[in-house]
């Protein structure tokens, strides 16, 4: 089984979002039967079916060309579609009726932290629609992953940062009632859910001396 709802994967421009959204079609390629769709521009991982039906489809660069390529894959009843960029009100509108329907929605959003994610999607709609769309939202969100990359200490590799979010009923109920100003503090105290803010995640990397105190200072936000 997969479950369905939206997935979000945010970061700057260069925070290795293409590559985790292919770390996860991969793992979900390999254990599951499942068909999955993906519109990407450009396309930067090929993905060749495992277990899964793998589609690929490569999108022009400029909104209408996801928003088209979102509806034509919404009529050909993937179980898991991938959305390369959440660009504009009318993809993002589509992204949230997929994850809706019982489609595994995964998509990146350039947001440097959960919370500017959850933010960032209600604030494109109009002001007549925000509400409707926080709780779509509130309902459907499985998890939001902010991710940036650090310099290892021994200067060669880059590693990983994350702050992660999931949408338990608390956080689901801050998203519906416009209280987005108190999820850091539900990321900060949702360890027991498997939650971390990004300066936690530094923390573990500086403590493991995988990267360095003034390298997690850089990414601080």
């Given at each position: ?31 599951q039967?499942l068909?999955?769709l ?10 060749v079916?495992?277990?899964s ?8 660069g400029?909104?209408?060309?996801f928003?088209?390529?979102l509806?034509a ?11 390369g960029?959440l ?45 409707l769309?926080?709780s ?6 499985l ?6 990359l ?20 608390a ?9 987005t100003?108190?999820l850091p503090n539900?990321l ?26 003034a ?7």
């Amino acid at each position: 089984m997969h479950a369905n709802g939206l997935l979000l994967v945010t970061g700057a421009t260069g925070s290795g979002k293409s590559t985790t959204l292919a770390a996860l079609l991969h793992h979900l390629n390999t254990t599951q039967a499942l068909h999955i769709l993906t519109l990407e521009d450009p396309i930067e991982f090929e993905h060749v079916s495992v277990k899964s039906l793998v589609q690929q489809r490569a999108v022009p660069g400029h909104s209408a060309g996801f928003d088209t390529a979102l509806r034509a894959a919404l009529r050909q009843d993937p179980d898991v579609i991938m959305v390369g960029e959440l660009r504009d009100l009318t993809t993002i509108r589509l992204a949230l009726a997929a994850a809706e329907t019982g489609h595994l929605v995964l998509a990146s959003l350039h947001t440097r932290s959960a919370t500017q994610a959850v933010e960032r999607l209600v604030d494109v709609f109009p002001a007549e629609e925000k509400s409707l769309v926080r709780s779509q939202l509130s309902l459907s969100l499985l998890a939001v992953v902010t991710q940036t990359l650090c310099l290892h200490k021994d200067g060669q590799r880059r590693v990983a940062a994350h702050e992660v979010l999931y949408a338990t009923p608390a956080v689901r109920h801050l998203i519906r009632e416009n209280k987005t100003a108190q999820l850091p503090n539900a990321l900060q105290t949702g360890a027991q859910f498997g939650m971390q803010t990004l300066a936690q995640s530094l923390e573990k990397l500086v403590t493991s001396q995988t990267i360095s105190p003034a390298e997690a200072n850089r990414h601080v936000t």
